[in-house]
């Protein structure tokens, strides 16, 4: 008998499709003179001053693992941030725990709440992760399309009509990869009057909260009788320019992250240890850093969205996040012929909007973590392309 | 009236870029054309805005330039202080930058030249026998990382990957 791994694998694995950004940049991959608008992440390089704290845990020898949840210093820093930044109280030593990223947490999070049948709602477009995650949990994703016509914000009455019985967990992504829609405060005290009612868990994704425009972030745990049933996932990645660190972390009530912590120990062990003196010197000292990247990501705001305007691929203005999400359907193609052919023609990577759920149709993302000359020559390209 | 945080975000976009247009500036701060202009004027009368100029690597052009900084002790003048010798320095058309100090020297001369011979006569012949130098170093700067913000032969890549 001939042995097959490929009949042994797990099926609701291998029926998960791979994620539709990653397509476009392997042919990209391949070309010459590329402008990408595509990369998810900044492009500062982390400040000198935190990569000289890792730096300097490496030469005191902190090279062993840490406590499960993470150093109790970087957990004490974690809770003055969310009380300081905003205005959150935790306790470090029960209601937070530090993640491999701020993906570690919401795949943590998930696996603690989620069993068999029960129905997580994900608004979409959004990050590409929550489903699979709900689907390998043998959860049900209910997908609410978010339309533009509310700014890509997700309305009561929608998630009113997407809550039954079965409902375990809302997923709350705001600001919003890839729209740069934003939820404030009163769109989130109507959205926790819905859930009053309720028994749903909210599990708000709040990696883009340092990045918002012209007002502060709001979390859903800051409305009153909220934060006893959300999690909030947020972490180093975004607001200090630390992707490649794996710095993230989970705030909420001490039954849900204590649960969380031992799927963390079992799977993980502990974050990075040398990351994690580095998040300490971040979170301690890094309070101007998040003010000037924000700033600067603000500026290429400003650009990018008057370009696109000025070329009739119309965008409405996005308050969070580093993405712009404007509507193609002018052109005639779908999100994905315009990415294809943009590619193909022009040279210029930009994400299609439908890779982040069937709601992004009709749409593509571009990302504004690139300088305002690479943003230039891009919006030139797309500029060419369009007249053509 | 521009209001200060506004203005000032206009020179920082202006220190890094000088070559953007008006019309850019004014997408970048959220002002209209028409402020922009306005204000770029009224900082230029102020002598807010002075001058602006493009950095070269001249080592990469070609061009052999030698740069060197004198650290001068001097002896204060009588009613003038030291900016009366701040002035007969930056007169000469060798001498780039002048700078008044603390610490061990009083003032700092960037003087510029093709040959290091040339700088070093210059320093000997012009400044030293001046009556008030009490004594100087000359310095010669044998690369350049970094200048005003901006690191010399730096590679631009971005090393970014897409990973989802």
């Known amino acids: 008998?001939?042995?097959?791994?490929?009949?042994?694998?797990?099926?609701?694995?291998?029926?998960?499709?791979?994620?539709?950004?990653?397509?476009?940049?392997?042919?990209?991959?391949?070309?010459?003179?590329?402008?990408?608008?595509?990369?998810?992440?900044?492009?500062f390089v982390t400040p000198w001053h935190i990569r000289e704290a890792g730096i300097l845990s490496l030469e005191k020898g902190h090279t062993h693992y840490t406590a499960n949840a993470g150093l109790m210093e970087l957990r004490t820093e974690i809770a003055k941030y969310m009380k300081r930044r905003f205005d959150l109280d935790y306790d470090p030593k029960t209601q937070v725990m530090v993640s491999v990223g701020g993906s570690e947490a919401i795949d943590a999070a998930i696996r603690c709440l989620v069993t068999s049948g029960d129905e997580v709602i994900i608004p979409e477009p959004a990050f590409v992760c929550y489903r699979p995650?709900?689907?390998?949990?043998?959860?049900?994703?209910?997908?609410?399309?978010?339309?533009?016509?509310?700014?890509?914000?997700?309305?009561?009455?929608?998630?009113?009509?997407?809550?039954?019985?079965?409902?375990?967990l809302l997923i709350l992504p705001f600001p919003n990869n890839p729209t740069g829609g934003i939820m404030d405060r009163q769109d989130l005290e109507e959205i926790a009057q819905v859930l009053e009612e309720t028994n749903v868990v909210v599990l708000s994704d709040e990696l883009y909260a340092e990045l918002t425009y012209g007002g502060k972030h709001v979390s859903i745990a800051n409305i009153s009788g909220m934060s006893e049933r959300t999690v909030v996932i947020?972490?180093?990645?975004?607001?200090?320019?630390?992707?490649?660190?794996?710095?993230?972390?989970?705030?909420?009530?001490?039954a849900l992250v204590k649960q969380m912590i031992k799927v963390h120990q079992f799977g993980i062990m502990s974050a990075p240890t040398t990351a994690q003196y580095a998040a300490i010197e971040a979170l301690r000292s890094g309070d101007k850093d998040i003010e000037n990247m924000r700033k600067e990501y603000d500026m290429r705001r400003r650009?990018?969205?008057?370009?696109?305007?000025?070329?009739?691929?119309?965008?409405?203005e996005p308050k969070g996040a580093f993405y712009v999400f404007p509507c193609i359907r002018s052109t005639g193609l779908s999100s994905e012929e315009f990415c294809t052919k943009l590619l193909e023609e022009q040279h210029v990577a930009v994400v299609p909007g439908n890779a982040f759920g069937v709601s992004g149709e009709g749409f593509v993302r571009a990302s504004y973590a690139y300088s305002i000359k690479n943003i230039e020559k891009a919006l030139d390209r797309i500029e060419r392309f369009i007249k053509k | 009236m521009q209001t200060k945080d506004k203005k000032l975000e206009l020179l920082n976009i202006i220190a890094r870029d000088e070559n953007l247009t008006n019309a850019q500036m004014a997408v970048l701060t959220g002002m209209s054309e028409a402020e922009v202009d306005a204000t770029v004027k009224q900082l230029q009368q102020e002598g807010v805005i002075?001058?602006?100029?493009?950095?070269?690597?001249?080592?990469?052009?070609?061009?052999?330039?030698?740069?060197?900084?004198?650290?001068?002790?001097?002896?204060?003048?009588?009613g003038e202080g030291f900016d009366r010798i701040a002035e007969r320095m930056w007169q000469y058309s060798q001498v780039r930058s002048v700078y008044l100090m603390s610490g061990a020297y009083d003032i700092l001369v960037e003087v510029e030249g093709s040959t290091m011979k040339e700088v070093a006569l210059f320093a000997a012949e012009r400044i030293a026998p001046m009556d008030f130098v009490v004594s100087q170093n000359t310095c010669f700067i044998l690369r350049k990382y970094k200048e005003n913000g901006i690191v010399y032969d730096k590679a631009n890549l971005d090393d970014r990957q897409v990973v989802l």
């Open chain 2, 50 to 78: 002075v001058g602006n100029h493009t950095m070269i690597n001249w080592d990469k052009a070609g061009e052999e330039r030698v740069v060197a900084l004198i650290e001068l002790k001097v002896t204060p003048q009588y």
């Open chain 1, 234 to 254: 947020n972490g180093l990645s975004k607001a200090f320019a630390m992707t490649g660190w794996r710095i993230g972390f989970a705030c909420g009530p001490e």
């Open chain 1, 133 to 168: 995650i709900v689907q390998m949990c043998g959860g049900v994703p209910v997908t609410i399309d978010l339309r533009e016509e509310d700014q890509f914000r997700l309305t009561a009455q929608q998630l009113r009509d997407a809550i039954t019985p079965r409902t375990k």
């Open chain 1, 303 to 316: 650009y990018i969205l008057d370009g696109f305007n000025k070329l009739g691929l119309t965008c409405f």
């Open chain 1, 1 to 43: 008998m001939s042995f097959n791994i490929e009949k042994t694998l797990n099926s609701t694995v291998v029926n998960i499709p791979p994620s539709g950004i990653r397509r476009f940049f392997d042919i990209a991959s391949t070309m010459e003179d590329v402008v990408s608008l595509g990369v998810g992440e900044p492009d």
